[in-house]
């Protein structure tokens, strides 16, 4: 009978050796291979079961190519600037400083519990100056380069968190990390000029084996449109309102412009008699963030009195604002064709104003519309264009325009410019210096990093200024251009600012004088496999696109993506799907289970509570059929590792079959299926064990060997119990060969009029005549009556037929 398992013991050796004799070496032969974690922000409730999910994932895989022959690349590090460990620390009451570094202690030691090959000599974190130093680095060179700049304008704003949001942080009009409802606030902001990059990171996409849902949440993001600028004059005024519209082949079906509220023209187009109205609703309009107004079902709008000139036709049409149209899309103003537009429909009816129809399915208008018509169809009521397919009119007529010089033909993106500043102390400073003689301009390179002060308070101040404003000797400074007199900025970097750019530092995490060296850039990068949540899909993963092309373009490195591949793997949730908090009292901690179960049946069943890419509800009660599986492999390799049985055909068949399944089911991630798939092969070499009175020595290897990657401690223990001195990943992962897997015989059912009767055995290469006879042999005694028909489906069936 085998020693018992004992999991603690096991693992606590194996932990101990691996410090002593690391298993991950760079010998400067093996090819490289970069597996990367989304890297944790040091939150105080440390690591649950869900966050070990995607960390066992990574850990298998990095394991897995490691056994392929790869060096393997798989460091960590830490996103600990920004608001979620600042707002901790404002509730727990203590420095984030001190908040931080005690968390990170902590998850640290959460992490080495999983047993992952993490090579800890990379480490970064995010707030370390060595770190920033180049973060504030990246930022001056874009500066330099024009595409970071300050500019004034209505963004969105956070009352919880006292700071402002780009775009994406808001989510169903609340604040991302708290989840107060935003509003909007005018500010000046340092932008970064993300805009630039719009065609690159779109086309680029193509060139990414990323799930297709996430390439699809980026393009929708970028959201590039063709179309075409439109001039309409101000009727008695001067000025002309610029739109951009998608459509320029239904002007003449515009009867109502639409402006933004925040539109520089909104405010001085109210006629005497709508000032109030208007001005009330611009107002209004200005608390509600853009996620909200363009979500809202119920339109609202005020007009202004003033009326635009068609410049097709010369009709005048009235000038409403609503705030369905947002400053910073297009021109900020639309042309509105409600005929064939849900949303100008829903508008115009509601106001009464008129609908004009110059598409029609037949060419014939329906006079009673009664929604919009969105179909392509044949222009009417459109002067020279009558008569035109849609489609061809759609293509055509904005050249047509240009050419007569009413419009221009375009191309226009959501994307918007990138909201950088914070108004929170817990960040990167901004390394600007203000300068009443020459503006703003950057620290030096040679004097990065620009160190944040050490402050007893750090609150936001909520008047839209950083904490940061109140110390004035850290403030005032010198000129670097003049010497005069200049103020630092005080505003810091959003917490995606380090994360946009971490995996690169990792390679050269020591290196005092470059971001990186070119040699080890060359040599280790780019990421190979990215590991983590779907829920970066636009912030996280467009900003470090946008980064890597940057530093692409600035020869820091040679390529200008940075992951070649990407894995989302799905939430591990609480009962009834809720996701996992500490607010909600869900929360499940690995630490007890470690205690009780092993750290490796706890990666075991972090795979096989479902598929990986999936979320999965958790179920503590399963985790003690995984560990039986643990307790019977165990007891499997132990019982028959001295029994000295020769390899019969049977068990050398059976052992390149498991060699097969379980390399395609995880080459294809099917991760929950490669566990179930050990419980099966387990099961039968134990059936086969029993008949042929134990398991060839290699047969036991394999199994050891494929299971290494994903339980390294009780795989370890296995490899030297079977006499190795080396480490079970200092091998190679096990080949199949097909010729090997083939059946010598297959079970075939024997029917009588289609009726199975009896299932037998046959040589795979029996021929018919010896497949019937057998056949008909077998079930003898049930044939009754006249046989008119034979029949044998090679391989699957014989059916006799009688009467």
Request: proline residues 5%.
């Amino acid at each position: 009978m085998a020693v018992p398992y004992n999991h603690r013991a096991i693992e606590q050796k194996w932990r101990k050796n691996w410090e002593e004799h690391p298993v991950n070496v760079n010998d400067g032969k093996k090819p490289k291979y970069y597996c990367l974690d989304m890297f944790p922000y040091p939150s105080g409730s440390g690591l649950h079961v869900g966050h070990w999910r995607g960390y066992v994932i990574s850990d298998v895989w990095s394991r897995y190519k490691m056994l392929q022959g790869y060096y393997l690349i798989h460091p960590m590090g830490w996103d600990a600037f920004g608001l979620p460990a600042e707002n901790y620390a404002i509730k727990m009451g203590v420095h984030p400083a001190k908040s931080t570094a005690e968390n990170i202690s902590n998850i640290k030691r959460q992490i080495n519990e999983i047993a992952a090959i993490y090579d800890w000599d990379m480490e970064v974190n995010t707030t370390d100056p060595d770190f920033y130093k180049w973060t504030q680095w990246i930022f001056v060179k874009m500066f330099k380069e024009g595409l970071a700049y300050e500019k004034e304008m209505p963004i969105n704003w956070c009352p919880s968190c006292k700071t402002g949001l780009a775009n994406e942080e808001v989510v169903n009009g609340c604040c991302e990390r708290c989840g107060a409802t935003v509003t909007k606030k005018n500010l000046k902001q340092w932008m970064l000029r993300i805009t630039k990059y719009a065609e690159r990171l779109l086309n680029d996409l193509d060139k990414l084996d990323w799930p297709e849902k996430v390439k699809k949440m980026q393009t929708d993001w970028i959201g590039k449109s063709y179309g075409a600028e439109i001039d309409f004059e101000v009727d008695g005024r001067e000025e002309k309102i610029k739109v951009y519209t998608t459509r320029p082949d239904t002007l003449y079906g515009a009867t109502f412009m639409v402006l933004a509220p925040e539109h520089a023209l909104a405010a001085s187009l109210a006629a005497d008699e709508y000032k109030e109205q208007v001005e009330k609703y611009i107002f209004d309009s200005s608390m509600k963030s853009n996620v909200d107004r363009l979500q809202d079902k119920e339109k609202t709008g005020v007009f202004t009195g003033s009326y635009a000139v068609n410049p097709l036709n010369q009709a005048k049409i009235p000038i409403w604002l609503s705030d369905y149209v947002l400053a910073d899309y297009g021109t900020g103003a639309i042309m509105c064709v409600p005929a064939h537009d849900d949303r100008d429909f829903e508008f115009a009816k509601k106001f009464e104003i008129p609908i004009i129809q110059v598409i029609a399915k037949d060419g014939v208008e329906n006079p009673d519309l009664t929604e919009a018509y969105t179909e392509p169809g044949i222009m009417i009521n459109s002067d020279k264009f009558n008569g035109m397919n849609s489609e061809d009119a759609k293509r055509d007529v904005p050249g047509m325009l240009e050419e007569q010089g009413i419009g221009k033909k375009t191309v226009n993106y959501k994307l918007r410019d990138w909201v950088f500043s914070r108004q929170r102390y817990w960040g990167e400073p901004i390394p600007i210096i203000h300068c009443e003689h020459c503006g703003a301009v950057p620290v030096p390179e040679d004097q990065l990093p620009l160190l944040l002060p050490e402050v007893e308070s750090y609150q936001p101040t909520g008047t839209g200024e950083s904490p940061l404003a109140d110390i004035e000797e850290w403030v005032n400074t010198t000129c670097p251009v003049c010497g005069r007199p200049a103020k630092r900025e005080t505003n810091t970097m959003p917490q995606w600012a380090g994360s946009s750019w971490y995996f690169l530092r990792y390679v050269d995490s020591h290196n005092k004088e470059e971001l990186v060296s070119r040699e080890k850039a060359d040599k280790y990068l780019p990421v190979d496999m990215y590991i983590g949540g779907v829920e970066h899909a636009v912030l996280h993963l467009l900003y470090s696109r946008f980064y890597t092309k940057f530093l692409c373009d600035m020869g820091v490195i040679d390529f200008d993506e940075p992951f070649k591949k990407l894995f989302n793997q799905g939430m591990i949730t609480g009962k009834n799907g809720i996701k996992m908090s500490k607010s909600k009292g869900n929360v499940v901690s690995p630490d007890d289970l470690v205690q009780d179960y092993g750290c490796d049946s706890l990666r075991l069943y972090e795979l096989f509570v479902g598929p990986p890419e999936l979320d999965s509800e958790w179920d503590e009660r399963g985790i003690d059929g995984v560990y039986r599986y643990i307790n019977r492999f165990w007891n499997l390799v132990m019982d028959y590792k001295d029994c000295g049985v020769s390899a019969t055909k049977e068990m050398v068949k059976l052992r390149h079959k498991m060699v097969y399944d379980i390399t395609n089911r995880l080459d294809n991630f099917s991760l929950n299926t490669v566990i179930s798939g050990f419980m099966e092969y387990n099961n039968k070499f134990i059936e086969l064990a029993k008949k042929e009175g134990g398991i060839d020595k290699e047969s036991l290897e394999t199994m050891v060997l494929l299971l290494a990657p994903f339980a390294p401690h009780i795989t370890e223990e296995l490899w030297e119990a079977l006499g190795h001195t080396d480490s079970v990943f200092h091998n190679t992962w096990p080949a199949y060969e097909e010729e090997a897997m083939k059946d010598d015989e297959k079970e075939v059912a024997v029917q009588i009029n289609g009726k199975t009767k009896a299932v037998i055995s046959l040589p795979v290469d029996v021929t018919k005549e010896a497949a019937l006879e057998a056949g008909k042999a077998a079930i003898a005694q049930k044939l009754t009556g006249t046989i008119v028909k034979e029949i044998y489906v090679p391989g699957r069936i014989i059916n006799i037929v009688q009467k």
